[in-house]
């Protein structure tokens, strides 16, 4: 199977605010309830850039404190499926010129540089070579071509 067929279907994402500086949605997967956050960061960034032109985007379980930690609940291509579709929806109609995520877990950040490079090539931007690893997390950059 292709890593693109894997996120072909989404569950469908609620939004509680959908707007250039914020979006916040919440979706549901085998009676799990997770969160996206995509918010925009151009204040703290080292270069002058207008509000919305930076974001950071973190998904999480509703709940807990693992954040978008590995959970053991097999949900993880569903997951993916959904922030992807969501980030995608709020990409298309807000286009930042830098888009920002943490992967916490080694062992995810494979799958989350194959992800990324999906997203990329779908919306137009490309992985930034200058990722960080600070406290065993992995700061990705996508930068829009």
Known sequence: MLLK?????????KWTYF????????????????????NDISDYQEKDYDPG????????VKGTRKGQGITDTGNEIKVFSTVIS???EWVKQYKPKV???IAKEPSRRKLYERMIR??????????????KVVDDEKEYYLVRK
């Open 5 to 13: 067929e894997l996120f072909d279907k989404p569950e469908e994402i």
């Open 19 to 38: 707007n250039k500086y914020q979006a916040h949605g919440i979706f549901n997967i085998n009676k799990m309830q997770y969160a996206i956050h995509i």
């Open 53 to 60: 032109d930076v974001v950071d985007i973190e998904f999480l």
């Open 86 to 88: 969501g980030i995608t």
């Open 99 to 101: 888009i920002s995520f």
């Open 118 to 131: 999906v997203i990329g090539s779908k919306l137009g931007y490309k992985l930034h070579k200058d990722t």
